[in-house]
């Protein structure tokens, strides 16, 4: 710990906080908590949770390690009942950030910079610009701009693009705007404009302990593995169909993730596990699987992907977001876009793939994941920080 970051002060808006809401950024915001106390941060966070239980929880941050508490004040949030119209999500949104704000000043939070995460910063922009001298300094960070990015129908792209103008507007309005790398700067850059003397590009990241030393050869079985919530940006319907002919003795497809019952296959070599929180359960099944499959039409940094790897496993993803990061023939394979048939002859490739070549790719994803841990993300995200304040 420096002193610096001692002393340093940071309101951390999220629209939840994992376990007590589920998702990529809720799972960023928890790590890059962690990793702020851990560094001597001190953190005030502004949240919500669907449940008056679940809000109890994330009040207590139960489920958080004691000494992170001690640095972190949590500020639990109602969330605005959701719209039922066209357009609502937006419309929601502006309303969550303006009861963050409220919380803020009823609070006194009197933080040193705010880090919103999303499109939980809205209403703090709006209120700089209106001259507001009772905030202090704003970074966004809205991951994976999703709406600048291919979608899989006509309604998943009219649903994004009503949040094209509100995205640009919070980005060009930030003092600070953390970025992936890769595709995600671009569009930063280009689609919203904002110039690279505001920019802070930070990669995700994977907490050290994650990651294994080493992982022992895979036999000749192959175990598949899809983690994620059922969005149609994530390839759901594309992949069951790709692996719906793929039968072969001692290869199975496993599921983490609220699929409906409507689309699952139903088959011994199909496995469903349903939705998965406790850390050592989920780790329990990556380290019983060898690929990923990660066949989303649009990402930021998937959280899962650098999870996965640092288990040990091989990857098949799309490239999209900054996947392209850690991805590459070195530890898996890239598709340009979730093609039925390219994602199912990329699964045959890995089913009959000799166990030295696919324990090679297994150990680069090892490899990778210790470049980018939590502690040197956390790093740099601190010294950005210090320098805008």
Known sequence: MSATSALLHVALL?????????????????????????????????????TPELRARAEALD??????????????????????????????????????????????????FVYAQGLTGIA????????????P???????????????????SWLEQFVLRGQVVALDRS???????????????????????????????????????????????????????RHERRKGVPELLEAIAPLRAPGVEFHFVGPIPETLRLKRDDVVYHGTVTDTATLQGILDSSDVLLCPSFAEGMPTVVLEAMARGLAVIATDVGATAEWVDADNGVLLPFPDVG????????FIGMPTAELHQLQSASIAKARECTWDLVTAKTITAIQARI
Request: glycine letters at 8%.
């Open 174 to 228: 930030a003092d600070v705007v953390f970025t992936f790398p890769r595709k995600i700067r671009e569009i930063i850059e280009r689609r919203c404009r904002v110039p690279a003397e505001r920019l802070v590009e930070v990669p995700n990241a994977i907490d050290g302990s994650w990651i294994v030393a080493n992982r022992p050869a895979p036999s000749a079985k192959r175990r598949f593995l899809f983690i994620g």
């Open 14 to 50: 999220a629209d939840g906080v994992y376990p007590y809401r589920l998702g990529g950024i809720q799972r960023h915001t928890r790590m890059l908590a962690l990793h702020f106390a851990k560094a001597g941060v001190r953190i005030s966070l502004l949240h919500s949770a669907d």
């Open 63 to 112: 489920d958080f390690p004691a000494e992170a508490r001690s640095k972190i004040k949590s500020l639990v949030v109602v969330p605005p009942k959701a719209g039922r119209y066209p357009g609502h999500y937006l419309h929601d949104c502006q309303r969550y950030s303006r009861v963050l704000l409220e919380r803020y000043r009823e609070e006194n939070v009197g933080a040193d």
């Open 342 to 349: 390219a994602l199912r002859t990329a699964i045959e490739r």
């Open 124 to 135: 703090f922009g709006a209120a700089r610009r209106r001259g507001a001298t009772d905030l």
């Open 137 to 155: 300094a704003v970074g966004v960070n809205q991951h994976g701009y999703e709406m600048f990015q291919r979608v899989a129908d006509l309604r």
